[in-house]
């Protein structure tokens, strides 16, 4: 009876050994998320690259520099077309200075990714709430580049592309973007010049592809409509609101304008003839540059970003009276999006950021010989 006692005791004690052991074994996942972020602290810096904005980037930092206090993030502001110079240059140099890149796509598909210099984002996931593609739009991850790996999309924008001078135009007479070929409308147009970067080339690829419009609207559109272009988004504005122009395509920063009390506004299309697109906008692609000076705190910071707490922060800082944007996961408040460009339920949206979408040279061709007929029939 006692060498019976004395078995059952010590099996009881293997047991509770045993269950114990089991219930300290973590999931393979926080295992190595503990083990990443102690790394990245370790690191203890982190630089990223990214579109400057009115600040809402930045501010979304500052919130992950406030989890982390250990990692201290060092940013660099600007636009694509001077960031790529930049980090092309530094490279050329030896210098490896960038750990994430965040801005729209043109740049981080057409010049890093194209020279093969970025790492795999979707290597660096770890959160199971950020790996679950039935948390996101389409109940998939959406990637610019074909391998569906390196530019990450985490904002998925409905675009307003043109703007009009409220003394100068009815909006009421606007249905379709068609309706800006009509000859009175001829000489009273300006655009954003498609060979630089910014909205407009995202613009232009949703005409391009779109059914209703596509190659036709392009060609006429420049052709024939005596459309003045320029480089400088100050510019564009201040002639919109000056009324020295009836119509902008591609303007930015004209909601800004508009709530300073000018005579500007955007054209609501959500009811319009044509489908509608959607795109990542400014700020809304990740990429991973190789041979990142802080590894881990990369991989820290772009598992946080596409979280559900990361997401919700990015959308609380960017929409504003001014901007708005909306982010590709489902599972957060969509109230603080403006309801006129919040995406709908049901309604079929072309991500104009995809692969098949992005190449911007015949788009371009088309323009260019557009505008020559134009000057040539002057």
Same mark, same amino acid.
């Given at each position: 009876?006692?060498?019976?006692?004395?078995?059952?005791?010590?099996?009881?004690?293997?047991?509770?050994?045993?269950?114990?052991?089991?219930?300290?074994?973590?999931?393979?996942?926080?295992?190595?998320?503990?083990?990443?972020?102690?790394?990245?602290?370790?690191?203890?810096?982190?630089?990223?690259?990214?579109?400057?904005?009115?600040?809402?980037?930045?501010?979304?930092?500052?919130?992950?520099?406030?989890?982390?206090?250990?990692?201290?993030?060092?940013?660099?502001?600007?636009?694509?077309?001077?960031?790529? &110079?930049?980090?092309?240059?530094?490279?050329?140099?030896?210098?490896?200075?960038?750990?994430?890149?965040?801005?729209?796509?043109?740049?981080?598909?057409?010049?890093?990714?194209?020279?093969?210099?970025?790492?795999?984002?979707?290597?660096?996931?770890?959160?199971?709430?950020?790996?679950?593609?039935?948390?996101?739009?389409?109940?998939?991850?959406?990637?610019?580049? &074909?391998?569906?790996?390196?530019?990450?999309?985490?904002?998925?924008?409905?675009?307003?592309?043109?703007?009009?001078?409220?003394?100068?135009?009815?909006?009421?007479? @606007?249905?379709?973007?068609?309706?800006?070929?009509?000859?009175?409308?001829?000489?009273?147009?300006?655009?954003?010049?498609?060979?630089?970067?910014?909205?407009?080339?995202?613009?232009?690829?949703?005409?391009?592809?779109?059914?209703?419009?596509?190659?036709?609207?392009?060609?006429?559109?420049?052709?024939?409509?005596?459309?003045?272009?320029?480089?400088?988004?100050?510019?564009?504005?201040?002639?919109?609101?000056?009324?020295?122009?009836?119509?902008?395509?591609?303007?930015?920063? @004209?909601?800004?304008?508009?709530?300073?009390?000018?005579?500007?506004?955007?054209?609501?299309?959500?009811?319009?003839?044509?489908?509608?697109? @959607?795109? +990542?906008?400014?700020?809304?692609?990740?990429?991973?540059?190789?041979?990142? &000076?802080? &590894?881990?705190? +990369?991989?820290?910071?772009?598992?946080?970003?596409?979280?559900?707490?990361?997401?919700?922060?990015?959308?609380?800082?960017?929409?504003?009276?001014?901007?708005?944007?909306?982010?590709?996961?489902?599972?957060?408040?969509?109230?603080?999006?403006?309801?006129?460009?919040?995406? @709908?339920?049901?309604?079929?949206?072309?991500?104009?950021?995809?692969?098949?979408?992005?190449?911007?040279?015949?788009?371009?061709?088309?323009?260019?010989?557009?505008?020559?007929?134009?000057?040539?029939?002057?």
């Amino acid at each position: 009876m006692k060498r019976l006692s004395a078995n059952l005791l010590l099996f009881f004690v293997c047991c509770a050994a045993t269950h114990s052991r089991a219930a300290d074994v973590k999931p393979n996942w926080q295992a190595e998320w503990e083990r990443t972020v102690q790394a990245a602290k370790k690191e203890g810096s982190l630089s990223v690259y990214l579109y400057q904005g009115e600040g809402e980037l930045s501010t979304v930092v500052q919130l992950f520099q406030k989890k982390y206090p250990e990692i201290n993030v060092v940013t660099t502001p600007g636009r694509g077309n001077t960031l790529a &110079p930049r980090i092309m240059a530094e490279r050329r140099a030896g210098k490896y200075l960038v750990d994430v890149y965040i801005a729209g796509v043109t740049t981080a598909y057409e010049v890093f990714y194209r020279a093969k210099i970025l790492d795999s984002v979707r290597a660096a996931l770890i959160l199971p709430e950020v790996i679950d593609e039935s948390k996101w739009w389409l109940g998939q991850h959406q990637y610019v580049d &074909p391998e569906n790996r390196y530019i990450f999309l985490y904002l998925g924008n409905v675009g307003e592309y043109v703007s009009y001078h409220t003394k100068s135009v009815d909006a009421a007479e @606007i249905r379709s973007y068609w309706d800006f070929l009509q000859p009175k409308w001829k000489g009273k147009i300006l655009s954003r010049d498609p060979k630089i970067s910014g909205s407009q080339r995202i613009g232009l690829r949703m005409f391009y592809h779109t059914p209703e419009l596509g190659a036709e609207f392009i060609r006429r559109l420049y052709g024939e409509m005596d459309v003045t272009l320029t480089q400088e988004i100050r510019q564009a504005t201040d002639w919109l609101a000056n009324g020295k122009f009836a119509i902008c395509f591609f303007c930015s920063e @004209i909601l800004k304008v508009k709530a300073q009390g000018l005579p500007v506004d955007e054209f609501r299309t959500a009811k319009w003839k044509e489908s509608r697109a @959607i795109s +990542a906008g400014n700020m809304g692609s990740i990429a991973m540059p190789s041979q990142p &000076p802080h &590894p881990n705190a +990369a991989r820290v910071f772009v598992n946080w970003l596409l979280s559900r707490e990361g997401q919700t922060a990015l959308q609380r800082a960017a929409n504003t009276p001014n901007n708005s944007e909306e982010s590709l996961r489902t599972d957060i408040p969509k109230d603080m999006v403006r309801s006129e460009v919040r995406r @709908i339920d049901g309604v079929k949206y072309m991500m104009v950021d995809k692969p098949q979408y992005i190449d911007m040279a015949p788009i371009q061709e088309i323009v260019e010989k557009a505008l020559a007929q134009s000057k040539g029939g002057k």
